[in-house]
């Protein structure tokens, strides 16, 4: 069993910065590949990034790349998602997720149904 806790969402506005952070229990975090999800009002949740159970693989979808970094801290049992350059259409609840197997092979890691834990979301608001 893993719980994850988000934290680091706010009001921004258009260029600005933030650092979300998905804090997870357990002794076995260091197992899991952790990504962000994201979901507008009266759309889709919809993958943002991923990183592998060590930290040597990530990938992101095409509108967030350049501008926003994944990492881990597995000590700290902890995921981030540095977010630069944030512009409106950003605006989302942003959802950490973990899968105790994730193959990134025909992107599955684009499918929530490939993610065991959900976090229950933080708030990210962009202001043009």
């Known amino acids: 069993q893993v719980q994850l806790v988000e934290s680091g969402g706010g009001l921004v506005q258009a260029g600005g910065s933030l650092r979300l952070s998905c804090a997870a229990s357990g002794r076995t975090f260091s197992s899991y590949a952790m990504a962000w999800f994201r979901q507008a009002p009266g759309k889709e949740r919809e993958f943002v990034a991923t990183i592998s159970w060590i930290g040597d693989s990530t990938y992101y979808r095409d509108s967030v790349k350049g501008r926003f970094t994944i990492s881990r801290d597995n000590a700290k049992n902890t995921v981030y998602l540095q977010m630069n350059s944030l512009k409106p259409e950003d605006t989302a609840v942003y959802y950490c997720?973990?899968?105790?197997?994730?193959?990134?092979?025909?992107?599955?890691?684009?499918?929530?149904?490939?993610?065991?834990?959900w976090g229950q979301g933080t708030q990210v608001t962009v202001s043009s």
């Open positions: 997720a973990a899968a105790r197997f994730l193959v990134y092979s025909g992107r599955a890691y684009y499918n929530p149904l490939s993610y065991d834990y």
